[in-house]
C-alpha cells in the first residue's frame, strides 16, 4: 500500500454506501488523496447475453448518476473526486476491477446493514473482497457518516501477530502513518484460550510475555525515524481484548490476512473477523506478501 493517492469508495444508495463515502472522504482529506466515487450494476443491464431492455437500461444509468451526484454535493469542496459507474458480475469484482483501473490504494465498503452502531456486520460484498481482493479493504463501521471528514485519521493502529502477514501490515501501517502524518501504534492481543486442564495464571505470564517479545520485533523493524507506542492487549477472548482497549474517534486499524492466504491476496482469518465484530473504528485489511 503505497502512498495513498487514489481511494476507491464503492457506493450505495443507502446509509451503508454514506458511511463508505464519509470514511473515504475522512482517508482522503487526511492524505491529501484523490476519492473516486464507483457504482457497479449487473452487468446485464448493458446488455449482456439477454438483449438489454433499452428503457430499464437508460433508467437505471440516469437513477445511479443522480445518486453520485447527491452522493457527491455531500461531501467537503476540498475533496478533490471523481464519479463513476461500472458494469460487472459481482459488485465485488467491479470494485477490484476499479482499483486496478486507477491504481487505488484502498478500497472503501460500508458494514451490512443490520449491525450495532459503531460496530462491523460484514455482508455479502465485504466478505467477498475480504477473501478475494489483492488490494487493501477498508471497512467502515455503522455510523461512519456521522464523523466528520475533518477528523483526519487522529492514530494508526497497527495489529502485529506472529503469521505470515504482520510484516506487511507493519510496513502499510507505517506507510500509512506517514501519509496520513498520525501517531502510530503497535498492538499485540493476547487471548487466553485455555486447553483442558491448563493453569490459567501461568498461561498468562506465558502469552504476555511472548506478546511482548513480538512487540520488541516489530519495534526493531520500524524505519529509522520512525517511532510508535505499543500496547498488549490480555483477555479470555480476543473480543474482551478489543473492547478493553482505548480508541480514538479518528483512529484507523490495520489488520493482515490469514496464512491461507496467496501472495498479494486478502483471506480474512478468524483472529481479524473476532476483532472485526468488536472495533468501533474502521479496520484496514492488509493483503499478505510473503509465502507460509
Known amino acids: 500500500m503505497s502512498g495513498p493517492d487514489r ?8 446509509e451503508s454506501g454514506a458511511d463508505a463515502l464519509a470514511l473515504g472522504a475522512r482517508l482522503a482529506a487526511a492524505t491529501e488523496a484523490l476519492l473516486e466515487v464507483v457504482m457497479v450494476l449487473p452487468i446485464e443491464a448493458r446488455g449482456g447475453v439477454v438483449p438489454p431492455d433499452t428503457g430499464y437500461e437508460r433508467h437505471l444509468k440516469e437513477r445511479s448518476r443522480t445518486w453520485l451526484a447527491e452522493a457527491s454535493a455531500t461531501l467537503d469542496d476540498d475533496i478533490a473526486q471523481q464519479l463513476h459507474i461500472r458494469y460487472a458480475e459481482s459488485f465485488a469484482e467491479g470494485l477490484i476491477e476499479a482499483a486496478h483501473e486507477f491504481g487505488a490504494s484502498f478500497i472503501v465498503v ?9 460496530r462491523m456486520r460484514v455482508g455479502s460484498v465485504a466478505s467477498a473482497l475480504l477473501h478475494s481482493s489483492d488490494v487493501p479493504v477498508a471497512l467502515a463501521p455503522a455510523g461512519a457518516r456521522e464523523v466528520a471528514p475533518a477528523q483526519g485519521v487522529t492514530r494508526i493502529t497497527a495489529a502485529i501477530g506472529t503469521r505470515a502477514g504482520s510484516s506487511a501490515v507493519l510496513e502499510a501501517s507505517v506507510r500509512f502513518a506517514r501519509s496520513a502524518h498520525a501517531p502510530l501504534r503497535l498492538l499485540s492481543l493476547v487471548p487466553i484460550d485455555l486447553p483442558s486442564g491448563m ?13 511482548d517479545e513480538v512487540l520488541v520485533e516489530a519495534q526493531r523493524a520500524l524505519p529509522a525515524g520512525v517511532d510508535a507506542t505499543v500496547v498488549t492487549a490480555t483477555g479470555a477472548s480476543i473480543e474482551e481484548s478489543v473492547r478493553d482497549l482505548e480508541w480514538h474517534a479518528g483512529e484507523v486499524v490495520l489488520v493482515g490476512s490469514s496464512r ?6 486478502l483471506f480474512l482469518g478468524s483472529t481479524a473477523a473476532k476483532m472485526l465484530r468488536e472495533l468501533p473504528v474502521p479496520v484496514v485489511v492488509v493483503p499478505r506478501t510473503t509465502t507460509p
Open 199 to 211: 493453569d490459567e495464571e501461568l498461561a498468562d505470564l506465558t502469552s504476555s510475555a511472548h506478546a
Open 7 to 14: 481511494i476507491v469508495v464503492g457506493y450505495t444508495a443507502d
Open 260 to 265: 491461507l492466504a496467496t501472495p498479494h491476496h
Open 110 to 118: 460500508g458494514a451490512a446493514r443490520g449491525g450495532l452502531l459503531g
